[in-house]
């Protein structure tokens, strides 16, 4: 089953505007990952957020995280052309073993 | 140059015909795994491997076989393919850094599946 889900499912933004992306996870988790799809290339790693940790930085790249919640954010200030891509949530949960589940994913489009 | 590679990137075949899908990773990881992705559904875990003889079935197992023999190599087998397995599939790598500390995946290109 699905766990995590990311809102909404498709964005467009101008270039230079703020993208934010939501994700929301059923279960307990050891930590959250955010990754980047280029047109059906393989999904690169943008950053990881542990379960005891609220916010993370790196670059233009904001991620908040909020257990009581069971929901997560991804920022990306400042948007560029370049940002065009999907981006996906994935999350390991504590029990069930070692699965990674990922959700749908939210297309975003910067129109320069 | 550290990488995951995928073999063969494209394949057309016909139901029944059983195929092999390779999977090498040059990191050294333990964590090995494979996803299928299809439109509006995201990456769906079929199996995945913590270490060499180790492995799991993911969210979607039916109708795939992996096997871990060695440490670089998780081949992904379909022994009697059907058309719903048409889909692009990606095999990733990840280090494990102690039993909770999961990390960063590393993903190959993919291999984009067709069954007729």
């Known amino acids: 089953s699905q766990q995590g889900e990311e809102d909404p499912q498709a964005l467009s933004i101008q270039e230079g505007e703020n993208a934010t992306m939501n994700c929301s996870y059923k279960t307990s988790i050891n930590n959250l990952q955010w990754y980047r799809q280029n047109s059906g290339r393989g999904l690169v790693h943008l950053i990881l957020i542990r379960s005891n940790e609220r916010e993370k930085h790196s670059g233009r790249l904001r991620v908040t995280l909020d257990t009581s919640k069971k929901s997560s954010s991804l920022l990306i200030t400042a948007s560029r052309a370049a940002d065009t891509a999907s981006y996906f949530c994935a999350t390991h949960a504590r029990t069930g073993g070692f699965k990674t589940i990922f959700g749908a994913g939210t297309r975003l489009f910067v129109k320069a | ?116």
């Open chain 2, 1 to 116: 140059e550290a990488q995951v590679t995928q073999n063969p990137r494209y394949l057309i075949t016909v139901t029944g015909k059983k195929l092999t899908v390779t999977c090498s990773q040059n990191m050294n990881h333990e964590y090995m795994s494979w996803y299928r992705q299809d439109p509006g559904l995201g990456l769906r875990q079929i199996y995945y491997s913590m270490n060499v003889e180790v492995t799991d079935k993911g969210d979607v197992p039916e109708g795939y076989k992996v096997s871990r023999k060695e440490k670089r190599n998780f081949p992904l087998i379909l022994e009697s393919p059907s058309p719903n397995q048409t889909s692009l599939y990606f095999c990733a790598s990840s280090p494990i850094l102690g039993l909770a500390a999961y990390n960063e995946q590393f993903f190959g290109p993919g291999t984009r599946l067709t069954v007729l």
